[in-house]
C-alpha cells in the first residue's frame, strides 16, 4: 500500500490536482470576505492526509481543502459552518483540463440550501457527456478515488471548455453565494 500510495504522490496528474486545489484556496481567501488563508500543512500534504490547508472566518466556520476517508479521497474543498457542520463540497477530481480548457460539473448537494443556491445561480442538474464520464473515471482510477460516475449521472455545469480565470471567478461566486445562503462570517449582509 505504501509503494501505491509514493507513486500516486509523485504522479504529475496527482500534482496537477493537487495545485489546482491550492490554488483555488488562495483565490478563495482573496475573493470572501473576513476570510483568512492558513499555511500549508506541508506533512498532510506529504502523506495526501487532511486537512492540508484551511481558510477560516470569524464566526469559526471554515473551507478545508482536504482529503477524506483515511486518504482514499484525496481532493475535496468542504464548507462547514460553525460549529463543524458539513455544508458543502467540491470533488476536485471531477474537475478536467483539456490543453488549458476547464469543465467541471459539480455534483448535486446532500444540503437543501446548497442545493437551492446551485439550482439558482447554474440552472438545473445536467447528464455527463461521455468524453467528461471517460476522462473523470480515467482520473478517479488513477488517483484509486471515489465511486465512478455515468453518463446517466446528472451535475451542475459551474463550467464548460473555460479558461483558469472563468473557472475562479465562477467558483468564487458560486461558494460566496452558499456561504450567503448559510449565513457564514455575515456574507449575507455584503454587497460585494
Keep these: ?37 492558513k499555511e500549508i500543512d506541508q506533512q498532510a500534504v506529504k502523506s495526501a492526509n487532511d486537512p492540508y490547508q484551511r481558510i477560516t472566518f470569524p464566526d469559526k466556520s471554515c473551507i478545508r481543502y482536504t482529503s ?19 455544508i458543502f463540497e467540491l470533488d476536485l477530481t471531477r474537475l478536467v483540463c ?36 471517460n476522462k473523470v473515471n480515467s482520473q478517479k482510477e488513477m488517483f484509486k478515488q471515489g465511486r465512478k460516475i455515468t453518463t446517466n449521472e446528472k451535475g451542475f455545469l459551474l463550467i464548460k471548455d473555460g479558461s483558469w480565470e472563468d473557472l475562479l471567478k465562477k467558483l468564487g461566486t458560486l461558494i460566496r453565494e452558499v456561504c450567503k445562503e448559510h449565513n457564514i462570517a455575515k456574507l449575507s449582509d455584503e454587497n460585494k
Design 68 to 86: 477524506w476517508d483515511n486518504a482514499s479521497k484525496l481532493f475535496y474543498i468542504n464548507l462547514y459552518s460553525k460549529p463543524r457542520k458539513y
Design 98 to 133: 483539456i490543453e488549458n480548457k476547464f469543465t467541471w460539473y459539480l455534483a448535486q448537494p446532500k444540503n437543501e440550501k446548497s442545493k437551492k443556491v446551485l439550482k439558482s445561480e447554474l440552472n438545473e442538474l445536467i447528464e455527463h457527456p461521455d468524453y467528461y464520464v
Design 1 to 37: 500500500m505504501a509503494e501505491n500510495n509514493e507513486t500516486r504522490l509523485n504522479n504529475s496528474l496527482f500534482k496537477q490536482h493537487q495545485k489546482f486545489g491550492f490554488d483555488i484556496m488562495e483565490y478563495l481567501a482573496q475573493f470572501l470576505d473576513y476570510a483568512e488563508l
